[in-house]
């Protein structure tokens, strides 16, 4: 739904961030949408691409602090195999295994499809995605640009033959500012519940960004039957760093994000909770070395967790390994984890 709900861990509780939970991947695969890039790009119909035509737009609150989520690395724990199969230049299907004693282990079919129309150098839509295990359990995307100005996004969940969760979004850029509506599990039918979120993101100056949140949550599992809350967020973009923060629903979250070299760049995150009464500090860094296609990732945080994943491809075959290890020093918890990527 957004980084600036995500960061109100006091809102949280009642109000969900998000109502589709995100699937298992393997560090380095990216996110679902970009999957699309794996893809060769379709002949463009001439239709302008996003970036060129609205260059000064501050892009949507939801990657608000993608810069410095970037450098984190996302560790994982057991064992991990994904064969991705290009059919055609628009279509790819994917299997993986998963072997884990917390996440859910088992095998998992997941399918591509990527439309004719092409909005950008490596961006065409629509793009279809899939993902189902034997049980039944399926997850599905579809997000189209429908013009330059309008993108929307329809995500469903099915579990046990019931639709379990759904979420439709939609993202408006003008020239420069973005806004937003998110609607998750609306039922109008027997209770009139769901949530509803709308963002609004501004670009003030070349370097500033301002934008505000506003979610209402309606439903019987609310203390009182609905709730609102409103955040404010702001970002500064300089030449090789980047300072991004949301305040509201009594959370405070904020990021930093520095390029210190061609080869390394580091990031510090900062969640505090009045609600809960606790906050978390994190330091990440990421090295890479292109010569060796190898990239690491390692964080620290003030609960004494220590994590880390080194990604290798093993040019010139198309695989990659994955290596991934975290420890907690208070709780003397370690796991470890190991993904091997072909495709």
């Not at 909005?119 to 429908?146: C, K, R, W």
């Not at 969940?157 to 939609?170: D, G, L, P, V």
């Amino acid at each position: 739904m957004g980084n600036v709900l995500a960061s109100s861990p006091g809102f949280s509780s009642p109000l969900p961030t998000s109502p589709i939970p995100p699937s298992p991947t393997i560090p380095g695969q990216g996110d679902k949408e970009a999957s699309q890039s794996s893809l060769e790009p379709p002949v463009s119909d001439g239709l302008p691409g996003v970036e060129d035509a609205f260059p000064n737009n501050p892009g949507t609150m939801e990657d608000l602090h993608k810069k410095c989520k970037d450098v984190f690395p996302v560790v994982f724990e057991g064992g991990k195999f994904m064969l991705n199969k290009p059919i055609s230049n628009h279509f790819q299907v994917a299997h993986t295994l998963n072997f884990s004693s917390i996440q859910p282990s088992g095998y998992k079919f997941s399918a591509t499809y990527v439309g004719m129309k092409q909005t950008g150098p490596a961006e065409a839509y629509p793009v279809l995605l899939g993902e189902i295990d034997p049980s039944g359990n399926l997850s599905a995307n579809m997000i189209h640009q429908f013009t330059p100005n309008l993108k929307g996004k329809v995500v469903a969940q099915i579990q046990q033959s019931k639709c379990q969760a759904t979420q439709m979004s939609a993202d408006w850029r003008g020239s420069d500012y973005t806004a937003s509506l998110t609607l998750g599990n609306i039922d109008i039918v027997n209770d009139f519940s769901g949530v509803i979120v709308g963002h609004y993101l501004q670009k003030i100056t070349p370097k500033l960004d301002l934008g505000a949140e506003i979610a209402y949550q309606r439903g019987p599992q609310v203390p009182g039957g609905h709730i609102a809350v409103h955040s404010m967020a702001g970002r500064y973009t300089g030449d090789k760093y980047v300072a991004s923060g949301t305040i509201g629903g009594a959370g405070l979250h904020l990021c930093y994000y520095r390029k210190a070299s061609e080869t390394l760049q580091f990031g510090v995150e900062l969640e505090s909770s009045a609600k809960m009464q606790e906050s978390t500090a994190s330091f990440a860094y990421q090295v890479d070395i292109p010569k060796a296609n190898f990239t690491f990732r390692g964080t620290v945080d003030t609960n004494w967790t220590i994590g880390a994943v080194i990604e290798k491809k093993l040019m010139p075959l198309p695989f990659t390994f994955a290596l991934s290890a975290v420890h907690n020093y208070p709780k003397n918890q370690f796991k470890l984890g190991c993904g091997f990527i072909v495709g």
